[in-house]
């Protein structure tokens, strides 16, 4: 079974430019979480969408949205871009919302989109 | 804001056991501790995650404190192909669902 993936592999923008980012979680999980990974930190959460809802956001700015489509897939959307977007941007999927006391709902992540901001 | 502490990073020699220690001590009674790792610009890789009973897979073994303010993990026989970084998680409860909150992570190196 194929797992998360994630398009484009790379990207380069330029200042205040507009990017879209792809996920599409493994088949039959119904929850994307985006994340953030600057160099030399771990991931930061950004979003969380379960059912095709935001469920969950981490401390981003507006600039920042996403949406889930009917098949699960989902997109990230940045605008205006700065030189602090840069980053490895990560899509993990799971079978349900995430919450603090079911097994079921184990993250699985996709091999994620290099953002280069100029 | 992470809610675990590790060791920023170790070093372990190959075919030695790799035991990476983690604090969690503002873990509250229903939450699991999950273990990923990390290697050089991919995905996070997901190892294992437990509550409060020692759990075994065929990456590695995971060994919980009884008051579950700490955990190990531990990797048998270590390869220089699990050199990376390993992040030992908690999730934070936020608006309804709970948010795994990554660290900095060990930075584990197998040498020869």
């Known amino acids: 079974d194929a797992g998360v993936t994630q398009s484009p592999t790379h990207l380069i923008k330029t200042r205040g430019q507009q990017v879209t980012l792809r996920c599409s979680p493994i088949?039959?999980?119904?929850?994307v979480s985006w994340y953030q990974q600057v160099l030399g930190q771990g991931p930061q959460f950004i979003f969380q969408?379960?059912?095709?809802?935001?469920?969950g956001r981490g401390n981003f700015p507006d600039r920042f949205s996403a949406r889930q489509f009917p098949n699960y897939s989902s997109e990230l959307n940045v605008n205006a871009l700065l030189l602090g977007d840069s980053a490895l941007y990560l899509c993990?999927?799971?079978?349900?919302?995430?919450?603090?006391?079911?097994?079921?709902?184990?993250?699985?992540f996709g091999p994620g989109t290099r953002l280069t901001v100029l | 804001d992470a809610k675990t502490t590790q060791p920023p990073s170790m070093d372990c020699a190959e075919g030695r056991a790799a035991n990476l220690p983690c604090n969690h001590s503002?873990?509250?009674?229903?939450?699991?501790v999950y273990w990923y790792r990390q290697i050089h610009s991919q995905g996070p890789q997901y190892i294992i995650h437990?509550?409060?009973n020692n759990e075994t897979n065929e990456m590695a073994s995971l060994i919980i404190t009884e008051d579950r303010k700490s955990s190990t993990l531990i990797l048998p026989h270590a390869t220089l192909r699990d050199t990376a970084v390993y992040y030992c998680?908690?999730?934070?409860?936020?608006?309804?669902?709970?948010?795994?909150?990554f660290g900095r992570g060990t930075s584990l190196i197998v040498h020869p």
């Open positions: 088949s039959g999980h119904k929850s």
């Open positions: 437990g509550l409060k």
């Open positions: 969408y379960y059912e095709k809802e935001e469920r």
């Open positions: 993990a999927s799971s079978l349900f919302l995430l919450a603090g006391s079911t097994r079921g709902d184990t993250q699985y």
């Open positions: 998680i908690v999730r934070v409860a936020s608006g309804g669902s709970y948010i795994p909150t």
């Open positions: 503002t873990i509250s009674g229903n939450e699991y």
